[in-house]
Nanobody, 124 residues
């Protein structure tokens, strides 16, 4: 069992930056690949970024590539999402998720555990 708690969301102007954190509790965090997803009002949850359990491979949605960076610190059981050059269309609730022994999937249904989400609002 893994529990995930996101933090770091907030209101930022377009062009600004935020860093989201996702703290995990439970055992074997290092065995989980971690993903970030987001959901805007009236839209489906979509993939943002993922990092494999080993931390050696990362994956990004085309819409955030070059602006967002996912990283993890297994000793702290935390995964991060650094978001730069934010745009109004990045406004959403951001969720982290854990996939046991996963490969960094972009699919929502591949993930076993989810956090409660943190709101990111980018003003124009």
């Amino acid at each position: 069992q893994v529990q995930l708690v996101e933090s770091g969301g907030g209101l930022v102007q377009a062009g600004g930056s935020l860093r989201l954190s996702c703290a995990a509790s439970g055992r074997s965090f290092s065995s989980y690949s971690m993903g970030w997803f987001r959901q805007a009002p009236g839209k489906e949850r979509e993939f943002v970024a993922a990092i494999r359990w080993s931390g050696g491979a990362t994956y990004y949605a085309d819409s955030v590539k070059g602006r967002f960076t996912v990283s993890r610190d297994n000793a702290k059981k935390t995964v991060y999402l650094q978001m730069n050059s934010l745009k109004p269309e990045d406004t959403a609730v951001y969720y982290c998720a854990a996939d046991w022994a996963g490969l960094g999937s972009m699919r929502v249904n591949e993930y076993d555990y989810w956090g409660q989400g943190t709101q990111v609002t980018v003003s124009s």
